[in-house]
């Protein structure tokens, strides 16, 4: 089934499944339980809202909010009326927030008030936000900002006629979102993408999953990150499965919501699962609901395909590939493939979509030789936004897209991937960039020059570790630094590591030569 030509939109997607699947559990969050009508009422009731808010079609709105029910129906409203989101990380520090609502020109933010002590709004304060009309809080403690319910009830007005107007004149073509993502300049870039290649991606991606209707899906993963939006939300209203919301990864809180809502989709980092087996309380759970998962993101052992399927009784584990500058979706493997293609592997090309590996003259690799990741198709972003030459360096004249990933392809089109975009390494299931962590870095008094790899860590596959040279006449402290990033940056990109040294390792041209930078993390 193409999802892009029988519903075009995610707003037209969401009203076909109140229509197909009706009273049947959309939502359900702590006491708040929605039906598939009763979401698409709400995400109606928010596009009234944003209406009279001003919003208008090809505005942005920023959703800046952990996994909760109201999450799904702002995205839903604001699409409704033309409009593009652009999520915001949960961990990012107010400065980091500002660049992207700037950046974005976004005209509102939706937040809330108080997630994990986290204030906010008040985050934002003494920021430059010239586009910024209105900031509208969810669940609101403090009185900062416009409540969800006062901006609900400004909608009150708007005629039902308006909202229809609204929604008929959003296309396939239309941009959805804009999500920013760090590269190796250091600056957060804004990825658009269009309604109608993400429901055609997640119309497969939910297929290829085998989700299904009445399957209850827990979404851990961020709604603010692709994999937690479109895989999550957009995935769900494909096939009619219930979201349970999980605001905070917490395996404990996992594997009690699995027991008590029956749960039989859990998609996550393979250390959700290797928690899942080791932990020592796992046998107080009834875990036997679980029927599918989906995992990625880091290196897998054959082992753990294999007790996901024995010890937890799941009967489809797949693995998969994706980047946002192709939609989140590029790859994946089969129900049918064996234990160790799925370890070893991300899949094959989704249908509609060329994959091939190259060598640095472009020219395609044989089968088991490394190059390049390069993807072609339906899925590829239409650009950075306002960014045309930072688009042309991701794709080139024939509109192949160069994700900067190396690895190689067998001879069934499997790819392993062997690198990630160069430096970037992989906190938890978090992209971390080192360009922008060492510009964010360089900021503090005491560092004269800083360098960032990834390093091994048995929790979260890879941490950071900063290699610093002091600043003229300073003395720093590893520990002040490490306290410091804490403060001024989401917590995945602070560094866990900082060595204090004369000189960092440089080639002829002054580039920092980051490969010996690795030897001596490995040697200490």
């Known amino acids: 089934m193409r999802g892009d030509l029988e519903w075009g939109t995610i707003p037209n997607l969401a009203r076909s499944a109140a229509e197909r699947f009706g009273e049947d559990e959309a939502i359900v969050d702590g006491e708040i339980r929605l039906s598939f009508v009763d979401l698409w009422i709400e995400a109606r009731a928010a596009a009234k809202a944003y209406v009279a808010a001003g919003i208008e079609p090809g505005d942005r709105v920023a959703l800046w909010a952990p996994n909760i029910w109201e999450w799904p129906v702002a995205l839903l409203g604001l699409h409704a009326v033309g409009a593009a989101v652009v999520p915001l990380n949960t961990r990012f520090k107010g400065g980091e927030a500002a660049y992207v609502l700037r950046r974005s020109r976004a005209k509102l933010l939706v937040t809330i008030d108080g997630f994990l002590g986290n204030d ?13 009309r209105d ?16 901006f609900l009830l400004g909608g009150a007005s708007v005629d039902d006629s308006t909202i229809d107007e609204r929604l008929a004149a959003v296309g396939p073509d239309d941009v959805s979102d804009i999500m920013f993502t760090s590269g190796t300049t250091g ?18 991606w939910a297929e290829l999953v085998g989700l299904r209707r009445g399957d209850r899906y827990l979404v851990i993963n961020p709604f603010f990150h692709s994999f937690g939006y479109r895989a999550g939300i957009v995935s769900s209203l494909v096939a009619g499965a219930t979201m349970i919301p999980q605001a905070v990864f917490d395996v404990p809180e996992a594997m009690r919501n699995i027991a008590a809502h029956r749960i039989t989709m859990l998609p996550g980092a393979p250390a959700i699962y290797q928690t899942l087996l080791n932990h020592p309380d796992r046998a107080e759970h009834d875990l036997s609901s679980l029927r599918l998962a989906v995992t990625g993101a880091a290196a897998i052992p054959v082992s753990l395909i294999e007790q996901m399927w024995s010890d937890l009784g799941i009967e489809t584990v797949l693995t998969a590939y994706g980047l946002t500058e192709a939609t989140g979706f ?6 049918e493939d064996d234990a160790r293609t799925i370890a070893e592997t991300s899949g094959r090309a989704i249908d509609g979509v060329e994959v091939r590996i190259v060598d640095d003259d472009g020219v395609e690799q044989q089968p088991g030789d490394p190059g390049e990741i390069v993807v072609r198709g339906y899925n590829v972003m239409a650009g950075y936004f306002e960014d045309p030459e930072q688009t042309a360096e991701a794709i080139d004249a024939d509109g192949w897209l160069h994700t900067g990933d190396i690895g190689w392809m067998d001879e069934r089109g499997y790819i ?25 870095l360089s900021r503090h008094p005491d560092i004269g020059q800083v360098a960032v790899i990834g390093v091994p860590d048995q929790r979260l596959g890879e941490v950071g570790m900063a290699f610093v040279v002091p600043a003229a006449g300073h003395s720093p ?4 630094i490490i306290a410091w990033a804490r403060e001024h940056m989401a917590n995945y990109k602070a560094p866990t590591y900082v060595r204090i040294v004369d000189a960092l390792p440089l080639n002829p041209a002054g580039k920092v030569l980051k490969y010996q930078l690795r030897e001596e993390a490995l040697r200490a």
């Open 187 to 204: 600056a957060p870039k804004g990825v658009v993408a269009h309604h109608g290649p993400t429901v055609r991606a997640f119309t497969e």
């Open 477 to 480: 402290d590893p520990d002040e």
């Open 330 to 335: 590029v790859t994946s493997c089969r129900a």
């Open 416 to 440: 392993r991937i062997t690198d990630r975009k160069k430096d970037m390494y992989i906190v938890g299931g978090f992209n971390a960039y080192p360009a922008e962590i060492e510009n964010l």
């Open 135 to 150: 900031t509208v809080v969810l669940r609101p403690e403090g009185r900062a900002g416009t409540s969800w319910i006062d």
């Open 120 to 132: 906010y709004v008040a985050m934002l304060e003494g920021e430059d936000l010239p586009d910024l």
